[in-house]
């Protein structure tokens, strides 16, 4: 299968899909952080080719409940990263997932098919992700640790990279992408 995970820079989700013989590439504005087919460029860009199967993780800056606060004032950034999230969600491709924290993605546009946590697939802690599904069954749990006391996410140490270290795919979620929808 072809795959394209979009909005990916660590290569997590598009290292698990090859280890089990597929053809995914990761593509975004960074660089990744493993090597491996990596496209660094704007995934608008490659939307048209032929692909079997999109998984996205489109920005969460303007669409996250958690940065709420920092919506009143921009709008046309709000309106941007909604823009692209349509355009993913509408992408001809057969196969579509869509990740992201909850926020404005399930009010503006709609619900999503499914909400995880990465301790549902043996990582070690809780964060509400949401999942907007297209012809992809809903993921399976695979190895449940227990319940974490609080999302770990959440009270991650500050500083310069914060922003990357809470955006990388889990990895017991990507190997569950891989298993299930490869």
């Not at 493993?34 to 939307?47: C, E, Y």
């Not at 823009?83 to 546009?109: C, D, H, Y």
């Not at 749990?141 to 500083?159: A, F, K, L, Q």
Request: aromatic share 10%.
């Amino acid at each position: 299968m072809r795959v394209l995970v979009a909005c990916e820079f660590s290569g997590r989700v598009r290292d698990a899909f090859r280890a089990r013989g597929h053809d995914a590439y990761s593509v975004d504005l960074l660089p990744t952080e493993k090597p491996g087919k990596h496209i660094q460029a704007d995934v608008r860009n490659l939307l048209s080719d032929a692909w079997d199967l999109l998984i996205a993780f489109p920005p969460c800056t303007y669409l996250s409940k958690a940065g709420a606060r920092w919506w009143p004032g921009n709008e046309p950034g709000q309106e941007q990263a909604l823009e692209l999230v349509r355009l993913l969600m509408n992408a001809p491709i057969p196969r579509i997932a869509v990740e992201n924290p909850v926020g404005a993605i399930s009010t503006q546009i709609c619900k999503p098919s499914q909400i995880v946590h990465p301790y549902w697939f043996g990582d070690a802690y809780a964060k509400k992700t949401c999942l907007w599904l297209k012809y992809l069954p809903p993921l399976r749990s695979t190895g449940v640790r227990p319940v974490p006391d609080s999302e770990y996410i959440v009270y991650m140490p500050g500083g310069r990279d914060r922003a990357r270290n809470r955006s990388r795919t889990p990895n017991g979620l990507a190997l569950a992408m891989a298993q299930q929808w490869g």
